[in-house]
């Protein structure tokens, strides 16, 4: 069984410019959710994909958006990167939300550094 | 919104001994409470879990309790052995969100 996979591992950008980051979910599962962890903190939960919809979202502004695709993979999108957002970003897929699915298992995430 | 207190910070503890890290959470309507490990460089990974309707769980040398009319939960590691020596995150999920809200982490130190 293939766990969640990110890529890439680590990214570095300027103030400004646009990051597109991926998820692989794990098989069998239907939900994927982002979450931002600054150096120090908890993972801040910024939205959940369930079957291609938004599920849920936290309080990220809206230059944060995402996609799930019918395979269940999932892309977040930041625009106009800030300093601020230099941050590990995670993703993490649940199983099926009828079975009860709210366990969640995450990938190694995404390095982002903004200069 | 849920709000979820991690106790203590940083719990420096000698190899053999136990180790336990304690949660608060503010949503009555809280009834899943995953517990994770996060190594360096790594992303956090579900080392055990509770649901409301159980007191206690216990998987080898770790055991979860909860007390929901007092709203808290704890982790217990025992025997504590250096390869435990992680950042421990606790989470609350409210019913019917599947989102967890989670604490701030405990990053244990086990000593050799």
């Known amino acids: 069984e293939t766990g969640v996979t990110q890529s890439p591992t680590h990214l570095i950008k300027t103030r400004g410019q646009q990051v597109t980051l991926r998820c692989s979910s794990q098989?069998?599962?239907?939900?994927v959710s982002w979450y931002q962890q600054a150096l120090g903190q908890g993972p801040q939960f910024i939205f959940q994909?369930?079957?291609?919809?938004?599920?849920g979202r936290g309080n990220f502004p809206p230059r944060f958006s995402g996609l799930q695709f019918p395979n269940y993979s999932s892309e977040l999108n930041v625009n106009a990167l800030e300093l601020d957002d230099s941050a590990l970003y995670l993703c993490?897929?649940?199983?099926?939300?009828?079975?009860?699915?709210?366990?969640?298992?995450f990938g190694p995430g995404t390095r982002l550094t903004v200069t | 919104g849920e709000n979820v207190e991690q106790h203590p910070s940083t719990l420096s503890v000698q190899e053999g001994d136990s180790a336990v890290i304690k949660c608060t959470y503010s949503?009555?309507?809280?009834?899943?409470f995953p517990w994770y490990k996060q190594e360096l460089g790594k992303g956090p990974q579900l080392i055990i879990d509770?649901?409301?309707?159980?007191g206690e769980k216990k998987d080898q040398r770790i055991a979860v309790t909860l007390n929901k009319t007092a709203k808290h939960f704890s982790l217990h590691i025992t025997e504590t052995q250096p390869e435990d020596s992680a950042v421990y995150f606790c989470?609350?999920?409210?019913?019917?969100?599947?989102?967890?809200?989670f604490g701030r982490g405990t990053s244990l130190i086990v000593h050799p």
């Open positions: 509770i649901r409301s309707n159980v």
């Open positions: 993490a897929s649940s199983p099926s939300q009828a079975s009860g699915g709210a366990e969640q298992y």
């Open positions: 989470a609350a999920v409210s019913g019917g969100s599947y989102i967890p809200t």
């Open positions: 949503d009555s309507a809280s009834n899943y």
């Open positions: 994909y369930y079957r291609e919809e938004e599920n």
């Open positions: 098989s069998g599962h239907n939900t």
